[in-house]
């Protein structure tokens, strides 16, 4: 992952990096996706053991 292997770059930096680059609003919001995917997952975990 570029935000593992990049800890400490811009959302902007890590869009030039992207394979095909990424504009940092796209890169906001695939993470803001990823980040409500695992809290629905958590949430689902939680209601359904």
């Known amino acids: 992952s570029l ?3 990049h ?3 811009s959302l902007e930096e ?7 680059p990424m504009t940092k609003d796209a ?10 995917m695992a809290d629905r997952k ?3 975990s ?3 053991p």
């Open 3 to 5: 935000r593992v292997a």
């Open 7 to 9: 800890r400490q770059a």
């Open 46 to 48: 939680l209601l359904d």
């Open 42 to 44: 958590a949430l689902d």
């Open 14 to 20: 890590l869009g030039r990096l992207a394979e095909p």
């Open 27 to 36: 890169v906001a919001g695939r993470i803001r996706r990823l980040l409500s």
